[in-house]
């Protein structure tokens, strides 16, 4: 890659200051730092406003310059040391804010590239309507859950049978799209064993909200043993969640016919003339 090329020896310099470990703790480390710097550097404009605001309140006194000591159009006040404090200000923002990216993007950088292979367990994941396929090495099959060994890096190669999915477990902070035709990839760590959810996040159908997967983390001698013992066997293991098949309602309609009927009245005019002799 051109990045690790370019940052190899920047990465390997600052190996200390990135922070390495699970996607939880380097996207955690990467919120606290934000978190910390916007409240530090809030707290000090607000309160550098609030002592001015006091300082040139109405009736203090001070702030009046005399037209002799005012500067012109394009010169700079006298009483700012020439300018000193407007240009150290500026060169320690420059130095933080660069500081900050860079740090960010070594970050970010780690996260991208993942363990290596020879340290992570590789899992193929196939999406569908409206499941989770999970490939293991020995080519051992199961829909619906995922096993994984504690304290391992998963890789994971996703991509799709039908349309566009996206796999993402929200606790182990990973998100990545699965797209028919195409593979990506993606990787992630689990601390402690525990039993967690992954879903859709690409809305895919009409059984979309109920696309999911039980993911169960393991500890290694139990997850070793388990792998041992499914032989390259293909096997469909359900969730706790159901699906719901939309059935369509007929309604009739029913019309009720008044059969009675209503005597009519005829009148009959009668016209009588009177003939006089």
Same mark, same amino acid.
């Given at each position: 890659m051109?990045m690790e090329?370019?940052f190899?020896?920047?990465?390997s310099l600052?190996?200390g200051?990135v922070p390495?470990?699970t996607?939880a703790v380097?996207f955690d480390?990467? @919120?606290?730092? @934000?978190?910390?710097?916007g409240?530090?550097v ?7 406003m609030?002592? %001015?605001?006091?300082k040139?309140?109405f009736?203090s006194?001070n702030?009046?310059v005399?037209?002799e000591?005012r500067p012109?159009?394009?010169e ?24 900050l990216?860079?740090w ?6 780690y ?5 290596s292979?020879?340290e992570?367990?590789d899992?193929?994941?196939e999406g ?5 396929? @999970?490939?293991y090495p020995n080519g051992h099959?199961?829909d619906?859950v ?11 190669t996703?991509?799709?049978a039908d349309? @566009?999915? %996206?796999f993402g477990?929200?606790?182990l902070?990973v ?7 195409q593979?990506?990839e ?10 967690y ?11 979309h909200?109920y ?6 983390v393991?500890p ?8 041992e013992?499914?032989?390259g066997s293909?096997?469909v293991?359900?969730?706790n969640?159901?699906q719901?098949?939309g059935?369509?309602n007929?309604t009739?309609s029913v019309? %009720?016919?008044?059969?009675s009927?209503q005597?009519?009245?005829?009148t009959? %005019? ?8």
């Amino acid at each position: 890659m051109v990045m690790e090329h370019v940052f190899g020896s920047s990465l390997s310099l600052q190996s200390g200051l990135v922070p390495r470990g699970t996607r939880a703790v380097v996207f955690d480390s990467i @919120f606290e730092v @934000f978190l910390l710097l916007g409240t530090l550097v809030g707290v000090v404009v607000v309160g550098y406003m609030l002592y %001015n605001a006091y300082k040139y309140r109405f009736g203090s006194g001070n702030g009046t310059v005399d037209d002799e000591r005012r500067p012109s159009l394009g010169e700079l006040p006298s009483g700012g040391g020439g300018g000193r404090k407007l240009f150290t200000s500026f060169f320690m923002s420059m130095i933080i804010v660069i500081s900050l990216i860079s740090w960010t993007y070594l970050t970010l950088l780690y996260v991208e590239e993942g363990p290596s292979a020879e340290e992570s367990l590789d899992v193929e994941v196939e999406g569908y309507q409206f499941g989770w396929r @999970f490939t293991y090495p020995n080519g051992h099959t199961t829909d619906g859950v995922l096993r994984v060994p504690a304290d391992t890096p998963i890789r994971l190669t996703l991509t799709s049978a039908d349309v @566009f999915h %996206n796999f993402g477990i929200t606790e182990l902070r990973v998100k990545s799209d699965a797209i028919p035709g195409q593979e990506t990839e993606t990787w992630f760590t689990a601390d402690e064993p525990g039993t967690y959810t992954a879903e859709c996040y690409e809305l895919c159908g009409a059984g979309h909200s109920y696309m999911s997967a039980e993911v169960i983390v393991m500890p290694p001698d139990e997850y070793q043993e388990w792998y041992e013992s499914t032989n390259g066997s293909q096997s469909v293991e359900s969730t706790n969640s159901t699906q719901s098949s939309g059935s369509a309602n007929s309604t009739q309609s029913v019309e %009720n016919t008044d059969n009675s009927t209503q005597p009519a009245e005829s009148t009959t %005019n009668i016209r009588v003339s009177t003939v006089s002799s």
